[in-house]
């Protein structure tokens, strides 16, 4: 029996909330890094007897379409899944719903659920240095109770009742395009690491709009903090959702 990751995190938060769970796993854990755009995910199987951690982000409401892409090429030959989303404090919506949606098309049985919260991606302020210590305990706990069911009696086949609609919320645009200020020293690290391909080698300055999918991992990875967005379209969207965002979330465990 192996414990999978197969995480979707740009900025590290997402990545971080799963390592944290995983720390309960007394064995080895693998991660499959759904922002590799190099990796052909249609040739991955996962073995029957495996037990899956499939997290990523909330972006809107919703799972990073680029994300969802990649997940649902991945077979998972009836594998147990805990599915996990994590959010800026603001809500997740219907992106537990729709991983739920994904993973069990990919052949995997959702046996639990986890939502999460970490600093915002785009506008910091909001879950500031989230995951804590705080957090850290509650995951911890949230994940004894996982992988002692797992590993113990076998685990009920009832599907846990997770929140969310269907049909989904309609899903939202990119719109923030971040782009690279005259610090740029053109290194190329941006392109070399951008989980949509859509910064070129030949032109780092800016990034296809098309593509962009603005998960911000171009601005985290630049060595001179050289790539920024609007800064007038980030300050609407920070007062957009300050109220939503005003108090703490907790972490929720579905089982």
């Given at each position: 029996m192996e414990l999978i990751q197969i995480v979707f995190s740009p900025t590290g938060?997402?990545?971080?909330?799963?390592?944290?769970?995983?720390?309960?796993?007394?064995?080895?854990?693998?991660?499959?890094?759904?922002?590799?755009?190099?990796?052909?995910?249609?040739?991955?199987?996962?073995?029957?007897?495996?037990?899956?951690?499939?997290?990523?982000?909330?972006?809107?409401g919703r799972v990073p379409?680029?994300?969802?892409?990649?997940?649902?090429?991945?077979?998972?030959?009836?594998?147990?899944?805990?599915?996990?989303?994590?959010?800026?404090?603001?809500?997740?919506?219907?992106?537990?719903?729709?991983?739920?949606?994904?993973?069990?098309?990919?052949?995997?049985?959702?046996?639990?659920?986890?939502?999460?919260?970490?600093?915002?991606?785009?506008?910091?302020?909001?879950?500031?240095?989230?995951?804590?210590?705080?957090?850290?305990?509650?995951?911890?706990?949230?994940?004894?109770?996982?992988?002692?069911?797992?590993k113990g009696t076998k685990i009920s086949e009832t599907v846990p009742e997770i929140p969310g609609s269907r049909p989904y919320k309609k899903a939202g645009g990119a719109g923030l395009v971040p782009k690279a200020t005259k610090d740029c020293v053109s290194c190329g690290l941006c392109a070399e690491g951008c989980?949509?391909?859509?910064?070129?080698?030949?032109?780092?300055?800016?990034?296809?709009a098309k593509k962009c999918i603005s998960c911000m991992r171009c601005v985290v990875r630049c060595p001179k903090s050289a790539r920024k967005t609007n800064g007038a379209l980030v300050s609407v969207a920070a007062l957009a959702i300050k109220k939503a965002c005003s108090e703490r979330k907790g972490n929720e465990l579905f089982i």
């Open positions: 938060g997402t990545g971080k909330v799963a390592d944290i769970i995983t720390e309960e796993w007394d064995g080895a854990v693998t991660r499959i890094d759904l922002s590799n755009a190099e990796t052909d995910f249609s040739k991955i199987i996962i073995g029957q007897e495996d037990i899956v951690l499939a997290a990523v982000p909330s972006y809107g379409a680029l994300a969802a892409k990649r997940l649902m090429e991945i077979r998972g030959n009836r594998a147990k899944c805990i599915i996990v989303c994590v959010y800026g404090n603001r809500a997740y919506e219907d992106t537990l719903v729709e991983l739920q949606d994904i993973v069990e098309s990919c052949g995997f049985q959702t046996v639990a659920a986890v939502s999460a919260v970490a600093e915002h991606s785009i506008i910091h302020q909001y879950a500031a240095g989230r995951p804590d210590e705080k957090d850290a305990e509650e995951l911890h706990g949230f994940a004894k109770t996982l992988f002692g069911r797992l989980p949509a391909q859509a910064i070129s080698r030949e032109n780092l300055k800016t990034a296809d």
